[in-house]
């Protein structure tokens, strides 16, 4: 069952490449808001670690929500007159390079949840017999 556990680290390495490049991007100015994002993206990626068969499907659908989300940010960062003055990279490749850790990411979360093996009950049933 190589293909499960393929799918889990594909999942963990985008994951990880989406918060390393979070903490790239605000090196020179954390906030607290951004510690606090990142702390909830490293406690996904945990979670994910330890547990991907019951929080992948919770997961993924965070991370594509959070792409939907981004996507509409984008579209009003459209509007702002002076984002040429201000150096901001307005492309839709750049958008999407951006966004394809977290795509990826996503849907490899969400078919953990189908296609991970289950885990052995925990505690064990003491009430069947063998």
Not at 8 to 30: D, E, M, P, V
Not at 78 to 107: A, H, M
Request: charged letters at 15%; one cysteine or more; hydrophobic letters at 50%.
């Amino acid at each position: 069952m190589k293909t499960p556990k393929a799918i889990h680290y594909l999942a963990l390495a985008c994951l990880a490449f989406y918060i390393a490049k979070r903490i790239s991007f605000s090196a020179n100015y954390i906030t607290t808001k951004e510690m606090i994002s990142i702390g909830i993206w490293l406690s996904l990626l945990i979670m994910l670690f330890k547990r991907p068969r019951n929080w992948g499907l919770g997961i993924g659908i965070f991370m594509l929500t959070s792409i939907v989300i981004q996507f509409g940010l984008w579209r009003l960062m459209l509007n702002i007159p002076e984002r040429e003055k201000l150096g901001i990279n307005d492309s839709i490749l750049f958008f999407t390079l951006s966004v394809l850790p977290l795509f990826v990411g996503g849907v490899c979360s969400i078919i953990l949840r189908y296609i991970y093996p289950k885990s052995p009950e925990y505690p064990p049933n003491r009430n069947e017999t063998h």
